[in-house]
């Protein structure tokens, strides 16, 4: 089993014993002990995988790391956060996922208007599975939990990603004082509600709504 | 005389009388006590000729010396900042990166070429940084600067580190380093793994990767 450590925040160790992990292409930083890199498919294998990565443009860059010895992962400085699953569903955007166990299954999913007002299309990653994945945010990310009683309300543009049984809805406030330019700059909200968490980020994308 | 860490972006150096201290010029941040700084005309240590080298070599990043009874306080750009207390061993670190070190340490150029043959010409073509390095030896401090910190990888004789060349920062001890390439066809037709080239470094010593694949 691939071990996961951070090494302060913003690399990720993995300990690799002959097996392997998949990893955002090029985020390698340093290894010692044996390591090949390959480069694989994101959004899904198979056929099926081939046409989403195709349609939805989510095609996420991965390479298959495998070996023997300590893999050293980073990208752009940005903070690591590890999520572990047992058997729940991870929705992330493709270019905040680090790295996955190989147990994991990676998909695409269509995720309606908020993926456009996030700039990140209309489609998302899924993770499923037993496993260990890690996810990067642009500074410390904060676990939000969502509950029955509690929904959430969180800017697209912060947004990184969620886990559990929730459903999100786009909700708008784009009055005349938007059109005007005099608005809140909060026009769009991503709203949460069912049982799960959401990860979200202390920085904003550059979002169509960021704008408005 | 160590520096003091003050968060991850700022440095304190004491500055005591008879000792001097050099820093990338403009990275002054506060001071304390009687403290002047003046360019350092030279660049660092050495006198002229070692400066002519350093042009040569492209090494040559603007330098100033802090002297006085006190202490100051450096930070660039908002970058992290490492600190490494050399006790006779070499530091081999890119000019731009370094920050501040001891006056008391020896300071010279190294052609990174010389080890490793064509790959060593090749390798300061794929990380963009020169064929030439900035090296520092003797018993002192330094502080460098990298993109979102820094790891610290033991090299020992077990076996080598490898390391992706733009997060390759520093390094320091009885080290050899080689370029080593992974081209396939595959990287050939836009499809590879990301991870074309590597340094792999062997023998003795530690080496400093950043947690980003960006320059300074």
């Known amino acids: 089993m691939a071990n996961f450590r951070l090494q302060g925040t913003r690399v990720l160790a993995v300990d690799l014993a002959g097996d392997a992990v998949k990893a955002k292409n090029g985020a390698m930083v340093a290894y010692d002990g044996e390591m090949t890199f390959k480069k694989m498919t994101g959004g899904g294998e198979g056929l099926r995988g081939l046409v989403t990565r195709r349609i939805t443009g989510e095609s996420m860059a991965v390479m298959e790391v495998r070996g023997h010895g300590t893999c050293y992962f980073a990208d752009r400085a940005t903070e690591i956060n590890l999520v572990r699953l047992d058997g729940g569903k991870l929705f992330v955007e493709a270019s905040n996922l680090l790295v996955t166990e190989p147990s994991l299954r990676t998909g695409t999913t269509f995720t309606g208007l908020r993926g456009a007002s996030q700039g990140n299309g209309l489609f998302t990653t899924t993770v499923e599975g037993t496993g260990q994945a890690a996810i990067m945010s642009d500074g410390p990310a904060i676990v939000l939990r969502v509950s029955a009683q509690t929904p959430l309300v969180v800017d697209p543009g912060a947004y990184v990603a969620h886990t559990g049984g929730l459903r999100q809805q786009l909700q708008t406030a784009v009055g005349w004082r938007t059109l005007v330019g005099e608005g809140s700059g909060e026009s769009f909200q991503l709203r949460f509600e069912g049982e799960g968490l959401v990860y979200v980020q202390p920085s904003e994308r550059v979002t169509v709504g960021g704008q408005l | 005389m160590p520096f003091t860490r003050i968060n991850s972006k700022m440095v304190e150096a004491a500055v005591v009388p008879g000792q001097r201290v050099f820093s990338q010029r403009g990275a002054m941040l506060a001071y304390r006590g009687r403290v002047a700084f003046t360019p350092s005309i030279t660049g660092g240590q050495g006198g002229v000729?070692?400066?002519?080298?350093?042009?040569?070599?492209?090494?040559?990043?603007?330098?100033?010396?802090?002297?006085?009874?006190?202490?100051?306080?450096?930070?660039?750009?908002?970058?992290?900042?490492?600190?490494?207390?050399?006790?006779?061993?070499?530091?081999?670190?890119?000019?731009?990166?370094?920050?501040?070190?001891?006056?008391?340490?020896?300071?010279?150029?190294?052609?990174?070429?010389?080890?490793?043959?064509?790959?060593?010409?090749?390798?300061?073509?794929?990380?963009?940084?020169?064929?030439?390095?900035?090296?520092?030896?003797?018993?002192?401090?330094?502080?460098?600067?990298?993109?979102?910190?820094?790891?610290?990888?033991?090299?020992?004789?077990?076996?080598?580190?490898?390391?992706?060349?733009?997060?390759?920062?520093?390094?320091?001890?009885?080290?050899?380093?080689?370029l080593t390439a992974a081209l396939g066809w595959r990287e050939m037709v836009g499809r590879g793994s990301g991870e074309a080239f590597q340094l792999e470094l062997s023998g003795n010593g530690t080496v400093y990767v950043q947690a980003s694949e960006e320059k300074l």
């Open chain 2, 49 to 178: 000729m070692s400066m002519i080298g350093r042009r040569v070599a492209n090494e040559a990043t603007p330098l100033m010396t802090v002297e006085g009874s006190g202490s100051a306080m450096f930070g660039h750009g908002g970058h992290h900042i490492h600190t490494v207390d050399l006790t006779g061993e070499t530091l081999y670190v890119e000019a731009d990166r370094l920050l501040a070190f001891d006056g008391s340490l020896r300071q010279g150029t190294m052609f990174m070429g010389s080890q490793g043959g064509v790959m060593g010409v090749i390798r300061g073509q794929v990380t963009g940084q020169g064929l030439f390095t900035t090296t520092l030896a003797g018993k002192g401090s330094v502080a460098f600067m990298a993109h979102g910190g820094v790891v610290e990888l033991p090299i020992t004789a077990s076996g080598p580190v490898h390391v992706d060349p733009q997060a390759y920062v520093a390094h320091r001890g009885d080290v050899r380093n080689r």
